[in-house]
């Protein structure tokens, strides 16, 4: 399993690259809501490297809020590969991956029941 740094950094480059695509397609404010908070989720890589339990916490309930966020802005009937909605399904999808596995580490660390997975926190 990947740990949870190298998927938050995915995860902030597709958000990062998608959400500039979909501006470039449709350039209102609102499209940059993506690039912003891939570029968030990029910052907090560092303390995610360095197995920051909070920090982790706080980067799933981001991500798996912005997955909903961003399948909302996702209409089916609207679907054309000219527009930004194949950019909202990536996203939302990503997001959605991206929360899996932070659970995932969630899981791995909690069996372990040793916490040496975590020893720094705030």
Not at 89 to 108: D, E, H, K, P, Q
Request: aromatic share 14%.
């Amino acid at each position: 399993m990947l740990p949870s740094y190298t998927v938050n950094a995915l995860n902030a480059l597709v958000l990062l690259l998608a959400g500039l695509i979909s501006y470039a397609l449709h350039p209102v404010i609102e499209m940059l809501i993506a690039p912003l908070l891939g570029v968030i989720l990029l910052l907090f890589t560092y303390h995610l490297r360095r197995h920051n339990r909070f920090v982790l916490h706080t980067i799933t309930a981001i991500t798996l809020l912005a997955g909903i966020y961003f399948m909302l802005l996702f209409e089916p009937e609207l679907f054309s590969w000219e527009n930004e909605q194949p950019a909202f399904l990536v996203m939302g999808l990503s997001c959605f991956i991206a929360t899996l596995f932070y659970v995932g580490s969630f899981v791995r660390e909690r069996r372990q029941r040793d916490n040496t997975l975590y020893k720094e926190d705030l």
